[in-house]
């Protein structure tokens, strides 16, 4: 094998965390498109179902992950458990974080039109979201954000990678469906 | 639906207003010439904008007659348990009637922050506009309910993957001390002060408590058996632990059946007399 493909991989089966290229070629003393050009190798090396493991983008990097047709032998023996399930409350609220980082409660709440305090404290004690600080207004509210946690539980390399928040808009037909009902019931109202 | 829910949010301003602090002097608060067991009841304040008593200053703020803007509450506070300190008594009544009233003053403070943006709520919003308004909200709500399911997909997808996750074996973070870095000395020079015994803290501050309720109990029987009854102000010193103390033992001999407790009105004396049937049981302490 590419000799310096040899070294990455070394690095990154040493490492609990995935490496970002620059990082490998500080440690490997090359320039990072060498890093590139030899990671591409290894991918080809790991492509599916010729190990065990696999190399993945994940979290701003790369790193070892276990192949999926093995994930369950390494769990029996592990006794690693799959994450809780989210329901769809705190979907909806790490949606919000997610996109409108770095958020407040009452922004939050105010885009999901109930009280989103449990939630962000459930989605912040399983990690999915953090602190980041607080805001310069009055109160100085909290600000939400999502960590690297998020990133590897929704198999992301950043945020870069969400779809844009436009991709989800309401088709205009749906629009002019929730309007007409809408008016239709302000006209009720007003009779 | 807004007016009412200001009315509820707001009753200490609403109470004290009620209560006669608009028209002049507060209910039960001793004014500025009221001195003697009062003096620290209305206690004076001397502040950038104000000077004179405080309750003085709150029938100004609430006649808008001091901007409220212009008053550090907090200034007030500190004023007020420096004064507690210093008289070293702790009036409840007065004390409560100050929190009541620094928290109006708060609320009032705290309201004019918001004052803005309440004025931008949905208030008498003609249905049409408030349709347009929900219809802005709903499409907004709509995006994140859309993304949350895309990112229940990808959960579904993810989650469960198992990534690289192991330490790195400390073994291998091991690095060798360089040899002659560190001299013994140095080392022992650094854990000495490790293994010195800390100084024992002062505890003379700390009185010893002079009585227990087993002894109190003993005491109380003795003089419940010579002399059938006694009351409480009587029996009890000047310490208010030991008062605690001997009231446990009263209540504990009440409990027991042994005396009969009675008090004419709240915070009166307690009076106490033998109970006329034999206990049934003496709670041994």
């Known amino acids: ?191 | 639906m807004r007016a009412e829910a200001t009315a509820v949010a707001a009753p200490p301003v609403a109470r004290a207003a009620a209560g006669g602090l608009a028209s002049g002097a507060p209910p039960s608060w001793g004014t500025g010439s009221d001195v003697g067991d009062q003096a620290h009841r209305s206690f004076d304040l001397d502040l950038d904008v104000f000077d004179g008593p405080f309750d003085l200053l709150v029938t100004l703020i609430l006649k808008d007659e001091i901007d409220i803007w212009e008053v550090r509450v907090s200034r007030i506070i500190a004023d007020y348990v420096l004064r507690l300190a210093d008289s070293g008594e702790f009036d409840l009544d007065a004390t409560s009637q100050f929190v009541v009233l620094v928290a109006a003053l708060l609320e009032m403070k705290s309201r004019l922050l918001l004052e803005e943006e309440v004025e931008e709520a949905l208030e008498d919003l003609d249905p049409d506009e408030a349709a347009e308004h929900l219809l802005e909200r709903l499409v907004r709500y709509s995006q994140f309910k859309n993304a949350a399911g895309a990112l229940r997909r990808r959960w579904d997808e993810h989650s469960a993957r198992l990534y690289r996750s192991a330490p790195v074996p400390p073994a291998l973070l091991c690095r060798p001390v360089p040899a002659g870095a560190l001299p013994a000395p140095a080392l022992a020079a650094a854990l000495a002060p490790l293994l010195r015994d800390p100084p024992v803290p002062d505890t003379s501050h700390l009185a010893d408590l002079a009585v227990s309720l087993v002894k109190e109990l003993r005491r109380l029987r003795l003089i419940l058996g010579d002399e059938g009854g006694f009351t409480f102000a009587a029996v009890s010193s000047g310490d208010l632990l030991e008062r605690a103390v001997t009231f446990f033992a009263l209540l504990e001999l009440h409990s027991g059946g042994e005396a009969v407790l009675r008090q004419k009105r709240h915070f009166g004396d307690i009076v106490v007399t033998r109970a006329t049937r034999p206990p049934q049981a003496v709670v041994a302490v």
């Open chain 1, 1 to 191: 094998m590419h000799a310096l493909a040899r070294r990455l991989e070394a690095l990154l089966f040493i490492s609990s965390r995935p490496l970002a290229p620059p990082e490998m070629a500080a440690a490997c003393g090359c320039p990072t498109a060498e890093v590139d050009e030899a990671l591409a190798v290894l991918r080809v090396e790991y492509a599916a179902e010729r190990h065990g493991v696999t190399l993945r983008d994940v979290a701003g990097g790369v790193t070892f992950a276990v192949a999926d047709d093995c994930a369950e032998d390494v769990r029996r023996l592990t006794g690693a458990e799959r994450p809780d399930d989210l329901t769809p409350a705190l979907l909806e609220t790490l949606a919000v974080v997610a996109y409108l980082q770095p958020v407040t409660r009452a922004e939050t709440a105010e885009v999901r039109g109930v009280s989103s305090e449990w939630a962000l404290g459930a989605l912040e004690e399983r990690g999915l979201v953090e602190q980041l600080g607080r805001a310069d207004t009055p109160g100085a509210p909290i600000l939400y954000g999502t960590g690297v946690r998020f990133l590897r539980l929704f198999g992301l390399r950043s945020l870069e990678e969400l779809p844009p928040l436009e991709e989800f808009s309401l088709q205009a037909v749906e629009v002019d469906e929730i309007r007409a009902r809408l008016l239709a019931n302000a006209e009720r109202r007003r009779a």
